[in-house]
């Protein structure tokens, strides 16, 4: 079993930055894919951005050129640096881990943290 926890969310004013933390633990040797998706009140669960274990990315258009993934496999934590907020990218924030290779799609993710969430103000 994985267990996944993220941290850094609060609140922040327009054009400010966060960083995000997801720190693992339990069995994750076989972890492979790790991504952050994030969901705003009475919308879909969206992808933000995805991470290899080898450091290939992927990324949400609407994130491209303001938000970073990253992570440090020896401290099996994953960050998202989030500048250049906006209003539009207040949601709760999860972390997500598979074994497998990256994929867009969270139903293909099989393990999940609790959320942390981001709130941007105007």
């Known amino acids: 079993q994985v267990q996944l926890v993220e941290s850094g969310g609060g609140l922040v004013q327009a054009g400010g930055s966060l960083r995000l933390s997801c720190a693992a633990s339990g069995i994750i040797f076989n972890i492979n894919a790790m991504g952050w998706y994030r969901q705003a009140p009475g919308k879909q669960r969206e992808l933000v951005a995805l991470?290899?274990?080898?450091?290939?990315?992927n990324y949400a258009d609407s994130v491209k050129g303001r938000f970073t993934i990253s992570r440090d496999n020896a401290k099996n934590t994953m960050y998202l640096q989030m500048n250049s907020l906006k209003p539009e990218d207040t949601a709760v924030y999860y972390c997500?881990?598979?074994?497998?290779?990256?994929?867009?799609?969270?139903?293909?993710?099989?393990?999940w943290g609790q959320g942390t969430q981001v709130t941007v103000s105007s």
């Open positions: 997500a881990a598979r074994p497998g290779g990256i994929s867009r799609y969270d139903s293909s993710y099989a393990y």
């Open positions: 991470i290899t274990s080898g450091g290939g990315t």
